[in-house]
């Protein structure tokens, strides 16, 4: 099972910053949050990853909380082309990572 | 930098066909995993290789279902005897660690049906 917990779906207005949440309280220490996104029928495309600190990308950014129970990640301007389902990761196990359902966002004209 | 290519994009069979895919990963990437994803569904995971070893499976990964890796290069995940439920899309990825980060690259994809 999936350690971290993201709504099911959003939707966001084009041009405007989307805030993805995600919960993963039970993350240790040394474990990384990773985003990937994936739109239909490809495959999984990663965005962005971090461990304590905030993260910024080209793509996207990434906002982890104090306690590290909690991240965001922000695609500043969305564009139609951003409508995807967004994974928020942990690893599972030794070396797996371990995907939920993910967040469906849909970006709306 | 070609990315994690997949053979083939598309497969039909019938129940109880033999089937293949194969994937060929980053090049300088020493780990490589399958996962499956199903309609509705997150990806998965199936099983993963460093080198040539095969280190981890899911019990997913039933009796009928084999993968390689024979030379620590590209993989192969055979299903035998294939089945309805098996109708997936099959995804690999490859990664390198680095500083503690492991980032899977995944390739578009092996979409199976079985009729």
């Known amino acids: 099972d999936a350690k971290t917990t993201q709504p099911p779906s959003m939707d966001c207005a084009e041009g405007r910053a989307a805030n993805l949440p995600c919960n993963h309280s039970?993350?240790?220490?040394?474990?990384?949050v990773y985003w990937y996104r994936q739109i239909h029928s490809q495959g999984p495309q990663y965005i962005i990853h971090?461990?304590?600190n905030n993260e910024t990308n080209e793509m996207a950014s990434l906002i982890i909380t104090e306690d590290r129970k909690s991240s965001t990640l922000i695609l500043p301007h969305a564009t139609l082309r951003d409508t995807a389902v967004y994974y928020c990761?942990?690893?599972?196990?030794?070396?797996?990572?371990?995907f939920g359902k993910g967040n469906q966002v849909v970006v709306i004209p | 930098d070609t990315g994690v290519s997949q053979d083939p994009r598309h497969k039909i069979t019938k129940r109880g066909q033999n089937v293949t895919f194969r994937c060929d990963p980053i090049?300088?990437?020493?780990?490589l995993y399958w996962y499956r994803q199903t309609l509705g569904q997150g990806p998965e995971f199936l099983t993963y290789?460093?080198?040539?070893?095969?280190?981890?499976k899911s019990r997913l990964l039933s009796d009928r279902f084999s993968a390689e890796r024979p030379k620590g290069s590209f993989s192969t995940l055979e299903i035998q005897r294939t089945e309805q439920g098996d109708s997936a899309m099959y995804l690999c990825?490859?990664?390198?660690?680095?500083?503690?980060?492991?980032?899977?690259?995944f390739g578009a994809g092996s979409r199976l049906t079985v009729l």
């Open positions: 290789f460093q080198n040539e070893a095969q280190l981890e």
């Open positions: 090049s300088e990437h020493n780990r």
């Open positions: 990825a490859s990664s390198l660690v680095f500083s503690g980060a492991n980032v899977l690259t």
């Open positions: 990761i942990v690893r599972e196990g030794n070396n797996r990572l371990a």
């Open positions: 971090g461990l304590k």
């Open positions: 039970t993350i240790s220490g040394n474990e990384y």
